[in-house]
């Protein structure tokens, strides 16, 4: 394993523009009751890369997922994605507008999303709703991600057959359905147990290396941050700003299993706490002044 680099906010020094999916700049986000929760935020993102985001809580994590996703506009600062590496998604034809062939992105929350009036096939069906794709690729496809979730036994069985992990794995794969080229996940692990936690972070990692999408994870949990991820992020307290990074340099053939057991991961653990416990003792700037800058 090679020694990890961990260093503060090198924005904007990893990668030229052409190599990045994505590129935040100087993002401001407020809401209309004035609160600030997201300022000067910099951050960028390359084709398949895993990015945690932690920071206290309230800090604004899940505020910039919602602007990353478009849900919320952003006050100031820029979002701006690659479109060369978007092409295929927006497929048009004698002026007049299809479905793409993948989608931009794809969001997955916390709670439980899966519908249990559908089978676990229709569920993850879903996701493929937005895209253009024939009837046998849509097979295809189903056919494929519940084999490399390990549930292809469970293709007609309803949500309520099954257990917490795999209605997870179920929501994780109507996610990635349309090959998005960036997967939000907010917290999608925060209600499991360690060890079904464990086995879910081996499918997610098999799930999205091997379709190649580029993840930004918001979590609570820094194990899980640093087993699952190229890069930690952590952030200020509100209003969320980046406060340092931390490259984990792990690999992709990393043994999650073994990983937690390596010096390595402990100083980047020890390393990642100090700078949360730091941010979080930062009290959150008050409503007034949160408005100037
Ligand atoms: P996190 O996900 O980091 O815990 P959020 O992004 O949910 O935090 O919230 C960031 C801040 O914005 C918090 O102080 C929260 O209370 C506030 N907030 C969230 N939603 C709204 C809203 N709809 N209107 C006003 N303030 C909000
Ligand atoms: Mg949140």
Redesign the pocket.
């Known amino acids: 394993m090679s020694v990890p680099a961990t260093h503060d906010v090198p924005q904007g020094t990893r990668a030229p523009d052409s190599a990045r999916l994505l590129s935040i700049a100087d993002l401001e986000f407020a809401?209309?009751?004035g609160?600030v929760?997201v300022r000067g935020l910099d951050l960028d993102l390359q084709p398949g890369e895993v990015v945690s985001v932690v920071?206290?809580?309230?800090?604004?994590?899940?505020?910039?997922l919602s602007v990353l996703s478009g849900m919320k506009a952003a006050k100031a600062g820029r979002v701006d994605w690659n479109e060369s590496l978007l092409a295929d998604t927006v497929a048009e034809r004698g002026g007049e507008r299809r479905k793409p062939r993948r989608r931009r992105l794809s969001l997955v929350f916390q709670r439980d999303t899966v519908l249990p009036w559908k089978t676990v096939e229709d569920n993850v069906a879903l996701g493929l709703n937005y895209v253009s794709i024939t009837k046998e690729e849509r097979e295809e496809r189903i056919t494929s991600l519940l084999r490399l979730a390990k549930m292809e036994d469970f293709r007609g069985a309803y949500p309520k057959q099954l257990s917490g992990g795999m209605r997870r794995r179920v929501a994780l794969l109507t996610g990635v359905a349309p090959l998005p080229h960036l997967v939000l996940l907010?917290e999608p692990f925060a209600a499991l147990d360690e060890p079904t936690r464990v086995a879910v972070h081996a499918d997610l990692l098999e799930i999205v290396y091997r379709l190649g999408l580029a993840v930004i994870l918001?979590t609570h949990d820094i194990a899980e941050a640093l087993t699952l991820s190229d890069r930690v992020v952590i952030l200020t307290n509100?209003p969320?700003r980046v406060a340092k990074i931390v490259e984990t340099g792990f690999g992709r053939d990393r043994d999650i299993r073994a990983l937690r057991e390596t010096p390595a991961f402990q100083r980047m653990y020890g390393e990642t706490w100090h700078e949360l416990w730091k941010q979080a003792e930062i009290k959150?700037a008050d409503r007034p002044t949160d408005r100037g800058r």
Do not use: E
């Open positions: 809401y209309p009751d609160l929760a920071g206290p809580s309230g800090c604004g994590k899940s505020t910039l907010d918001v509100r969320a959150p």
